[in-house]
């Protein structure tokens, strides 16, 4: 039987309603989740622009309410994570071990933030009658959520909803930036600008990774502070009039031996410092540009002398079925902070109020939770 589903709907000018979407039985691949926790983050707020009605959120976990005939790996009452970025397997880029950037999935590379033949059939989710599109193919804000099987990833153990609805994006970017990409190293140095929840989790990851010199730079007082929580060994609160970040950078300089640092990431998505990690690194240093930065921005090329090295990753290269239960089992150690990233949770009804709270900077990582 269908299930009538309470859900965010873009409206594609900007505004969204709350209304109800008809999702149908699962095909044989597919599986029904129960959404019990919903992330939010800024791509949920573009998604509002989008020029179409489409169901929000993109990270979410949830319980396995109804499987498909041919679903053998997952049970009703599963405890999951669901993930956007599901790998064919077959593609060149999947072949090369980029499963992040399928070729013939991914609704980033393959489907223009649309639909892609990987995901849950279309007509599957239907409003006014009408087939609607999911965000990134799952859309999270909503009671239910209809998506293929390898969406799917099992996680047991104590870890709550809302901090599992994290780690499908905002976690996964962040800490794989800085382990899968830039494969930082023990005892190196690290900048990460911008200590939102993305920045925050590369301050994980280079903690994790060893790093001994974690150097975090904002506007924000407050959310320096808490970046020292999650690993900051160096805070540098910036000034809005620096240009370029360009004094921040000595000031990097100064902490790091005069020469830069070994790895920096940029974790702001403001096009005028997409160039900034490249100031704040050594020669033949990595700069990351994490926040995904779509725009056509002016680099001074004397910023590459020398030998500088400038990565745009997708999602962290993530692999979710080996990496979902990797930031599970560091949870579990305590050595992955997530329960104290979510400064506060909302219902359904108060969206706009976890937008503005988004929007305003006052969260690290708002959750949308049902009941």
């Known amino acids: 039987m269908s299930i009538q589903s309470k859900c965010a709907i873009a409206t594609g000018d900007g505004k969204f309603i709350i209304d109800t979407v008809t999702i149908a039985e699962p095909k044989a691949d597919e599986i029904i989740v129960k959404i019990k926790a919903a992330g939010l983050c800024h791509t949920d707020h573009d998604s509002l622009t989008w020029g179409k009605p489409i169901v ?3 990270e979410g976990a949830g319980i396995i309410e109804q499987i498909g005939s041919a679903i053998t790996d997952f049970k009703i ?3 999951v994570i669901l993930n956007w970025a ?27 933030n649309g639909f892609t033949p990987g995901h849950a059939h279309l007509e599957g989710t239907k409003w006014n009658s009408e087939p609607i599109e999911r965000s990134f193919n799952i859309g999270t804000i909503s009671e239910y959520a209809l998506v293929k099987e390898s969406a799917c990833v099992k996680f047991d153990g104590d870890l709550p909803m809302t901090s599992a609805s994290i780690i499908s994006c905002g976690v996964m970017t962040g800490y794989g930036s800085a382990v899968n990409t830039a494969k930082v190293t023990a005892g190196s140095s690290a900048v990460i600008i911008g200590t939102g929840g993305v920045g925050l989790n590369v301050i994980q990851g280079a903690r994790i990774s060893g790093a001994s010199k974690i150097i975090a730079i904002d506007i924000n007082e407050e959310r320096l502070e808490m970046a020292k929580q999650f690993g900051a060994t160096h805070t540098i609160l910036a000034d809005k009039n620096d240009t370029g970040l360009l004094q921040a950078s000595e000031k990097v300089k100064t902490i790091t031996e005069g020469r830069g640092a070994d790895y920096a990431f940029e974790c702001t998505a403001v096009p005028a410092l997409g160039a900034a990690p490249l100031a704040m690194i050594r020669n033949a240093g990595t700069a990351v540009q994490v926040s995904g930065i779509e725009e056509t921005i002016s680099i ?16 962290g290269k993530c692999r979710p079925q080996i990496d979902f239960p990797k930031l599970v089992n560091l949870y579990d150690k305590g050595d992955l902070m997530l329960d104290e990233m979510i400064t506060r949770t909302y219902p359904i009804e108060n969206l706009q109020q976890a937008f503005d709270d988004m929007l305003a900077g006052k969260n690290a990582k708002g959750v949308i939770i049902f009941e």
């Open 77 to 79: 009452g599963d405890k």
């Open 56 to 58: 929000i959120g993109h």
């Open 300 to 315: 001074d090329m004397n910023l590459f002398e020398w030998d500088k090295i400038y990565i745009n990753p997708l999602y």
């Open 86 to 112: 599901t790998p064919c397997m077959k593609c060149f880029q999947c072949q090369e071990g980029n499963q992040h950037i399928c070729e013939n999935n991914s609704p980033v590379t393959a489907g223009g």
